[in-house]
């Protein structure tokens, strides 16, 4: 495990010492790359000096402090431009998790109750769908269709158009204007999340869907299910008690990996709807060469998926009392 | 031990079940007809696939999908082929209970038992879940559990195949059902503990006044437990009588071959002698009676025309060539 | 008892189809497969014979909506957008074919060394695996294609970095099932080489699952490609790479088919190999036959 830590940062150091192109020219303007005192004195600054071990060493060292360096774009800490963006791709990836999660164990619980029949096919589908699409497009498809064309929902953005923000405590817009006790803003936030959320929820949703599916057709065959018809239960109950109870076990294992594609989508996301999250920072930064935000951005999401697959872990222990009680 | 009246609790009558399969259709009871009286053990006997299980299955409606049965299967004259999904929801686990043949598959392996078995009694009874809860543990009790209260808590991958049959079992009692069908319910049991669960069986028979249908491939335990034996064949009835007659005075040469072909202590050096050939496979639909093959006593006729179950003292019996030679069917045993 | 009809109900007298038959909706799904993947391989080859325009000329009026002359419209440099869409497939489909060959190459090798050779080989292999597959691809794809410029040629070195993992740890697995099979033994105990076993056994039998995930996998990669182009990171403007049409789709947001038509044509090659993916597992996976 730390050896796994040690390579992920390691990973992201070289990834961003790998650019060939100059970063000084970013930083100091073309005009200035001929004199030597401001070269020297960026480099100072922004830790380009001495050998690349060198700079790896200075690099843990501040790491290890929490200091992931300056950003060339934004002149902030990369540490505080992560945080400060954080609320925002966590309200937009927790949405999408319960839209996902939700509707993709009730689309699976459907499509399975219906196998082989019609709606078992278009469930599959649209499934499908969402794994054959990239998520940008479907975003754009979306926003055009429903806000541009249908005007169901509001545009891109966190706040409607020349809003002031809530007060910033979390940093989370929805929950700020519930504690500043402004509602109708409140509602606006919460409406605008709606389809990002959604966009970003479908692949996962899609997935899930399908391993729900597997799972209860599964399960619905096994013994103890006939035992709890023989009992009299009704199929309702059936189902809920005892066979999504056994078939959510397998869900979990895409957990973890679904954290990573959402992690992924979240990126084309905020592009889409201009969502100021870690995911159009990161665009940003690759954009402009800006190799400590990229460095950040590579370093977070690693952690980020490193965490994710732990969660899992733990979460399957829990659940699965064999496992528990071992 | 209480005589079992004679009123008839569950009667099957010319059931036939079928299942779709790959390439055809298996046609695995055929025309089977068997009655159990109030309070008698009835035990099935045959090989796999003779239908037993498929059988019973079809009369509480659990057969899978693919599935699909004919006839008329009577509760206390309540027709359950053709019952609303309602009524067949109350006599399951109401008055007719079910345990099969492996609990540890039977079993919730996510849910501790005494809620498995607290379910069975909601199901039926008008109960607070605390009182189920209670229940599940007296019925752990009566069902010998060790330790019920604080082992009800268990999961059933902690306990071994004897705790987990008694818990099917409890399970099964819980709402006082007038008839237990027990589906293999000691096949996958060592041996020591399958006499145990037999002897339970035979104290809540007496205890409760249950009727238990048994149904086993093992003559062994259907000698020490059964009132009435019906020997299946091929998805239909080879011989019924009462169990004394099957075991010493077979009639159908199934039966007889049946009984010749067990191993037996009081004569350790004889060879075993089974039954040659092979059994039908159900896919086909033989003319004339499905044992005639295998049969040591077959004629012509037999392969031509389906025998029908005759009376022969207390059994039916369903052979041509009745009555076989008492001499006959003593030097085969 | 509204939606569910798990409940097992006896039909007295229609016996219900078996459940073990091959679906017909499958083997329809795999043929369509067969025949848009066809199609774009056609395309690819032959396209400048037979498109109606060049892609990179100014033909018309600009932003005008589809018509007879331009079945998929024009975008804002008056180029048709039909034409481009035939020739994105020149754009993405190599460089997604070059990836997951590529990607599959590497990782077979790499993976069959692991689990072959075992030990320290085994122990470095998946250490890079792990730590590879430690990041979210697009963020170490981006990262990358960042770090060496933008280009369809530095994207297509992104993703094979991030692609070979999967192929790499797919081959281990079995490759390890494989060499502990007992003809294996026996093949050994003759005296054949590490090589020989490798080659003629080994191999052989691991090639299948490998082919089955990188057939599935064709779409993904199509998708990354798309991605990186719509990022800035891979194919450029004018380029006709599906992911930078959508890119110009975006900012002539209400010329809706300048988005539209790349997306299906995403659509269409996702799709297409996923269910020959598909297809091609039943075939082959025996396994998986139950």
Known sequence: MPLLLLGIVTIAFCISRLIPANPLVAIVGERSLNNAKVVAAAKTRWGLNGSLPEQYLVYIKNLLKGDLGTSFRTRQPVTHDLLHRLPATLELTAGALLIGGVGGVALGAYAASKKDKPADHISRGFSLLGSSLPVFWIGLVFLFVLYARLGWFPGPGRLPPRTKPPDDVTGFYTIDSLLDGNFTLFRQCLWRLVMPCFVLGWAYMGQLSRLVRAAMLDEINSDYVRTARAKGLAERLVIRRHVLRNAWLPTLTILGFSFAQLLTASVLTETIFQWNGIGSYAVQAANTLDFPAVNGVSLFAGLAFLLANLTTDVLYAVADPKIRLA | MSQPSTTPLLEIRDLHVRFAVRGGQVHAVRGLDLTVHRGEVAAVVGESGSGKSASMLAALGLLEVNAAAAGSVRLDGVELLRAAPSVLRGVRGGRIGMIFQDPMTSLNPVLEIRRQIAEAVITHQHVSPRQAEAKAVELLEMVSFPDAERRSRSYPHELSGGMRQRVMIAMALANDPDILIADEPTTALDVTVQAQILDLLRSLRQSRDLAIVLITHDLGVVAGLADTVHVMYAGRIAESGPVVDIFHRPQHPYTAGLLASLPRLDRPDTELTPIGGVPPRLYEEPAGCSFAPRCLYAVESCTQMEPILQRVNESLVACSVLPLATSTTEAAR | ?290
């Open chain 3, 1 to 290: 008892m509204s939606l569910l009809s798990t409940e097992p109900r006896l039909n007295l007298d229609v016996l219900p189809r078996s459940s073990g038959t091959a679906s017909p909706w499958k083997r329809a799904t795999v043929i369509g497969g067969l025949i848009v993947a066809g199609f774009w391989f056609i395309v690819l080859f032959t396209v400048q014979w037979w498109a109606p325009y060049a892609p990179l000329e100014a033909v018309g009026k600009r932003l005008q909506g589809p018509s007879w002359h331009h079945l998929l419209g024009t975008d804002a440099l008056s180029r048709d957008v039909f034409t481009r869409t035939l020739y994105g497939a020149r754009q993405t489909l190599p460089v997604s074919l070059a990836v997951i060959v590529s990607a599959v190459t590497i990782g077979t090798t790499l993976g069959a060394a692991a689990g072959f050779i075992g030990g320290r080989v085994d122990s470095v292999v998946m250490r890079l695996v792990d730590i590879t597959l430690a990041f979210p691809p697009i963020f170490l794809a981006m990262a990358v294609a960042a770090a060496l410029g933008s280009g369809l040629r530095n994207a297509f070195f992104a993703m094979v970095i991030v692609w070979w993992p999967i192929y790499a740890r797919l081959i281990r697995g079995q490759v390890q099932a494989v060499k502990h099979r007992d003809h294996i033994q026996a093949a050994v105990s003759i005296g054949a080489t590490r090589w020989r076993i490798l080659r003629k056994h080994v191999l052989p039998m691991s090639f299948t699952p490998a082919l089955i995930n990188a057939t599935l996998d064709l779409g993904q990669v199509v998708i990354l490609t798309a991605t990186l182009s719509f990022l800035g990171l891979g194919a450029k403007p004018p380029s006709p790479e599906w992911g930078a049409m959508i890119t110009e789709g975006a900012q002539f947001f209400y010329q809706w088919w300048i988005a539209v038509a790349p997306g299906v044509a995403i659509l269409t090659v996702a799709m297409a190999f996923n269910f020959l993916g598909d297809g091609l597992r039943d075939a082959l996976d025996v396994r998986a036959k139950r």
